[in-house]
């Protein structure tokens, strides 16, 4: 399965990039693992501004792709119950899964009702460059834990 992590803003050299580049590094077949940033360089603001963002993210969706929106709004899932979620959508032939991560404000509405689901990574706020490493993380361990390896332990 094909996964396509769409984010906001472009990740400069650092902690979080590294982070990110470390977690894609070990995800190995069945998933692949891609990142496509977008960015608006118009200087607009406030709901103008994620409305375009919100533009950018639906625009890089392959058609027929399953989506997952990231919002602080969204429902909080279990490592667990994500791998089980990853392993439906592998098993039932989803061959194109995109994550979306919006910018500073957060994500446009229309984001949000394309998604089959709107997960959040719990009530607290995260910097959306460090959501990245935290979500490729979860993808590789939702790998692990659909083949068994002892990487996640309950």
């Known amino acids: 399965m094909r996964i396509l992590i769409v984010a906001v803003g472009r990740a400069k050299a650092g902690p979080e990039r590294a982070l990110f580049d470390h977690y894609?590094?070990?995800?190995?077949?069945p998933f692949t693992l891609d990142l496509k940033e977008v960015e608006?360089?118009?200087?607009?603001?406030?709901?103008?501004?994620?409305?375009?963002?919100?533009d950018l993210l639906l625009a890089q969706i392959p058609d027929g792709a399953t989506v997952v929106a990231l919002d602080e709004r969204g429902k909080s899932v279990s490592s667990m119950a994500f791998a089980e979620k990853l392993g439906a959508w592998r098993d039932g032939g989803v061959r194109d899964l995109v994550f979306l991560i919006g910018g500073a404000d957060g994500l446009d509405d229309r984001v949000r009702e394309t998604a089959a689901l709107v997960m959040s990574f719990g009530a607290a706020t995260w910097?959306?460059?460090?959501v990245r490493g935290m979500l490729a993380e979860q993808i590789y361990r939702a790998r692990a834990i659909l083949t068994g390896h002892p990487y996640h332990r309950e």
């Open 24 to 29: 894609v590094g070990r995800i190995t077949p």
């Open 40 to 54: 608006e360089k118009k200087a607009l603001s406030g709901a103008e501004l994620k409305r375009r963002e919100g």
């Open 127 to 130: 910097p959306h460059m460090l």
